[in-house]
């Protein structure tokens, strides 16, 4: 059983399209995040959810919209794609926000490349 | 702001050698660390992590870091790498800042094993 799950795995696109990931986890974790990890491997967070409720929004542009529809989901929609975002996005879930130790399960990666 | 530094882009060890992989952070309490692995084509997995107590903590895979906060370092150590072991290391620290609890990743260090 996977533990974060999300789909698809690799999506090739053209600009100005816009796509979504899905994410799930079943670890009854309460908080989820979206990373994105850039070329050089620098992986820095997007998003994190408690509780379906949005706590962090790093500096990441508009085009970008999460959504939770309940605590185990955290979909990453992406408006009107730009070649910059291309990298691979990675979900991740930890059990609260708490921060004693919190260990962050992640999901294998979406490999985004648009064209 | 907290920050993590790993001052190794890339380092390469000859299979049955010992590695020490090196990272600093900045934090200005007592942090949470974390290191984990990243295997070609995967997520991150957590190698091990240290938040309080005995500051040698043994993980995955043979793994151990040490915490020395005289010197703002958890440095990552096996004693004997294998090639398996060749893979993108991200030291971690969790923190709280504007904005909850985060996660900080530094930018990796990638290692090859070589026969």
Redesign the interface.
């Known amino acids: 059983d996977t533990a974060?799950s999300q789909t698809p795995k690799y999506l090739v696109t053209q600009m100005g399209n816009d796509k979504s990931i899905k994410c799930e986890q079943n670890l009854g974790h309460d908080t989820m995040y979206w990373y994105k990890q850039d070329s050089?491997?620098?992986?820095?967070?997007m998003f994190?959810y408690n509780n379906k409720e949005l706590?962090?929004?790093e500096t990441v542009p508009n085009r970008f919209s999460p959504k939770s529809p309940d605590k185990a989901h955290l979909n990453l929609h992406i408006n009107s794609l730009e070649l910059g975002d291309s990298a691979v996005y990675?979900c991740?879930s930890s059990q609260n926000?708490?921060?004693?130790?919190?260990?962050?399960?992640?999901?294998?990666?979406s490999w985004l490349t648009v064209v | 702001a907290q920050s993590v530094t790993q001052p190794d882009i890339h380092i390469t060890v000859s299979e049955g050698a010992s590695l020490e992989l090196r990272c600093n952070y900045s934090y200005g309490a007592t942090p949470?660390l974390?290191w984990?692995v990243?295997s070609p084509?995967?997520?991150?997995?957590?190698l091990l992590?240290?938040?309080?107590g005995d500051t040698l903590v043994q993980g995955i895979k043979g793994f151990e870091a040490e915490f020395k906060r005289s010197q703002s370092s958890f440095n990552l150590r096996k004693p004997s790498v294998h090639w398996s072991d060749a893979a993108?290391y991200?030291c971690a620290v969790?923190?709280?800042g504007t904005?909850?609890?985060?996660?900080?990743?530094g930018?990796?260090t990638?290692l090859f094993v070589k026969a």
Do not use: D, H, P
């Not at chain 2, 992590?49 to 309080?52: E, L, P, Q, T």
């Open positions: 974060v050089k491997k620098f992986l820095k967070i994190s706590i962090i929004n990675f991740a926000t708490g921060g004693s130790g919190n260990t962050i399960y992640f999901g294998e990666g | 949470y974390f984990y990243q084509g995967q997520g991150l997995q957590l992590k240290y938040f309080s993108e991200f969790g923190a709280r904005g909850g609890f985060k996660t900080i990743f930018a990796g990638r």
